[in-house]
């Protein structure tokens, strides 16, 4: 009998999902994690941290000859974010179609910042552009032993493998 090999590619993409200070002041931690899980998602990474200047400087480091670029250090910096990784099939696209545009003005509704923001400079939640992007912010946010791989009971029900 022939074994039906099982596709399990694209399945292990990961991004850098994190509620901004204001997201967490505004208790929206749980609405942002609730809209990742029961879209499918896989949550392998979480922690609450008060983000260092130098941490921002490399996570924001192509953004730094923006005019906005202090007052997005200072905003960073003004009290605690909570930062997650995802897991998931496609995660890095979904993130950003359910986080919504920058600019929540341009944001659907039915996304996060569409829903819970009306100004560029208090979007609530940051995700990872891309997938080389995601990569690159992991490391910094995270140390690999803080991340754990894990598979999900309803894995075949959220995958066609
Ligand atoms: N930002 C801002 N003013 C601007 C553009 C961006 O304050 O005119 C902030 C905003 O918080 C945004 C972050 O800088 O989320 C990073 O900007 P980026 O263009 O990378 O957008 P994102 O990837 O967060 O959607």
């Known amino acids: 009998p022939t074994t039906k090999k099982k ?3 694209g399945i292990k993409e990961r991004t850098l999902v994190a509620v901004k200070p204001d997201g967490v002041q505004r208790r929206l931690i749980g609405e942002v994690i609730k809209r990742f899980e029961q879209r499918g998602f896989r949550l392998v990474g979480l922690k609450m941290l008060q983000a260092s200047d130098k941490l921002l400087a490399q996570h924001y480091v192509s ?14 910096t003004s009290g605690p974010i909570v930062a997650m990784v995802w897991e998931g099939h496609n995660v890095v696209r979904s993130s950003r179609m359910l986080v919504g545009s920058t600019d929540p003005a341009e944001a659907a509704p039915g996304t996060i910042r569409g829903d819970f923001s009306v100004h560029i400079s208090r979007n609530v939640v940051h995700a990872s552009d891309s997938v ?3 990569e690159r912010e992991i490391s910094l946010w995270f140390h690999r032993s803080e991340l754990i791989d894990w598979e999900g009971c309803d894995h075949k029900n959220i995958y066609h493998i």
């Open 63 to 76: 953004l730094q000859r923006k005019p906005f670029y202090s007052s997005l250090l200072y905003y960073m």
């Open 7 to 9: 596709n399990f590619s």
């Open 132 to 134: 080389e992007g995601a």
